[in-house]
């Protein structure tokens, strides 16, 4: 695992309060790995779900993140930043997935047009 003083140095230059979510998985190795999807969007009208990441590498493996339990807002131009957690660490990531969901069954399917896209790891912040 990690410990949490490795975190000290990532957490302490934001300003305060500052919140901190450490997960582990219920699976053997119990490690779970970090990353911040930071996302623009563009759609004029403001939209609210939920989105699940995929990443590939170039071998093919793949892992897809939990779906968070509460839902972001997202409105034109606006950043958002989503903590994602998967099971497995991808190295070299050749392919990145998401899907957007309302949640709903009834009502209009929306799409979520996405203007600019980063996704940084927090356990290996240099890749």
């Known amino acids: 695992g990690y410990h949490a003083d490795r975190w000290k140095k990532r957490l302490i230059p934001y300003s305060s309060p500052t919140k901190a979510f450490f997960d ?30 995929k990443i590939t590498d170039y071998a093919g493996n793949t892992g897809e993140s939990q779906m968070n339990s509460e839902a972001s807002t997202f409105q034109q131009y606006k950043r958002v930043k989503i903590l994602t957690g998967f099971h497995r660490d991808i190295e070299n990531i050749a392919k990145i997935s998401l899907t957007y969901s309302t949640k709903t069954l009834i009502g209009p399917k929306h799409k979520l047009r996405i203007l600019q896209m980063k996704l940084k790891s927090l356990n290996n912040p240099k890749r």
Not at 24 to 49: A, E, H, V
Request: proline share 3%.
């Open 24 to 53: 582990t998985s219920g699976q053997d190795p119990f490690c779970m790995y970090n990353y911040i999807l930071d996302i623009t969007t563009w759609n004029k009208s403001t939209r609210k779900g939920f989105i699940k990441v």
